[in-house]
């Protein structure tokens, strides 16, 4: 997922992204089989979504001097739930955003703050600045102009794709593509090529290993396609993907122009959000951290 920005800022990302773990579709012990058991999807999710956090209580118990991996842990907590962040999202801030300078009273002195994009067509709720609403209203919105009830949302972090949101999917489909980091998807290889990627027929198709492709079978989908969500410069932040249970035959232009367009919209939106209520968030872990400071 070479091709993911690590955070969602307008220009360039940091390059310090961990060697990836084993994915769905690389082996899972089992010489390659094209079925996981349930407890070894359990497992690697596990391992994911702990390691992120991990690395970001690493991270502040060396950079404030914290007593305990627990310090660290409700430092993100408290500033996770002020700022209705995921967790996830704020560990991955912490281990990619340069660090402060030292003892420095703010984290970034001299930010400017960009003015929050416009939506147009999206159905948000509330005020408009959480993550949580603008990606449950841009599925519902490419859902619609798709016309079909299954879809998913992914989003980059840790230089791989993570679900954050899906309706009519079952369990084994949205334990399999909780994250993905393997080439061998149609949401890779529209992340890797800045472009719409159509998968017409998902039992023919040569895009997928077999155990991606039976994680898609065994759903009720038959046929997909995912559109990514891509700020100023183009970059994916994530990835939308609708499936249908037939087969699909070509999308027409104008589904596929406003497509296009709610993945522009809703990529611009998630760099504000990141450059503003991100950021926002590490500031107030920092200084936070900073008044409990020894010394």
Not at 21 to 40: F, H, I, N, T
Not at 179 to 207: K, L, M, N
């Amino acid at each position: 997922m070479s091709q993911l920005s690590q955070h969602p800022a307008e220009d360039g990302s940091p390059s310090d992204a961990p060697a990836p773990a084993p994915a769905p579709g690389r082996g899972s012990g089992q010489g390659g089989a094209s079925r996981w058991q349930q407890s070894e999807l359990d497992l690697r999710n596990r391992l994911y979504g702990r390691t992120g956090v991990a690395r970001a209580e690493d991270v502040l118990l060396k950079r404030y001097g914290l007593g305990t991996a627990d310090e660290a842990f409700a430092l993100l907590k408290g500033a996770s739930q002020r700022f209705n962040i995921k967790l996830s999202t704020l560990a991955d801030a912490v281990v990619r955003t340069p660090a402060p300078d030292l003892d420095a009273r703010l984290w970034f002195p001299r930010r400017m703050r960009p003015r929050r994009p416009g939506l147009p067509g999206l159905p948000v709720e509330g005020s408009g600045t959480s993550q949580g609403a603008v990606v449950k209203a841009a599925l519902q919105r490419v859902l619609s102009i798709n016309q079909t009830p299954m879809g998913n949302v992914q989003l980059a972090e840790a230089g791989r794709l993570r679900m954050t949101r899906h309706t009519g999917l079952n369990k084994y489909f949205t334990d399999f593509f909780a994250f993905v980091d393997s080439p061998t998807t149609s949401c890779s290889q529209a992340a890797a090529e800045r472009r719409q990627v159509t998968v017409r027929d998902v039992a023919t198709a040569g895009v997928f290993d077999e155990a991606s492709r039976h994680a898609i079978l065994q759903a009720g989908s038959r046929a997909s396609h995912s559109v990514p969500l891509v700020n100023r410069a183009g970059v994916p932040l994530g990835m939308v993907s609708t499936h249908h249970e037939r087969p699909l035959t070509e999308l027409t232009h104008a589904q596929l122009a406003a497509l296009r367009q709610t993945g522009l919209d809703v990529g611009r939106w998630l760099a504000w959000h990141w450059n503003t209520v991100v950021l926002d968030a590490l500031e107030h872990l920092h200084s936070t951290a900073m008044r409990g400071r020894p010394g």
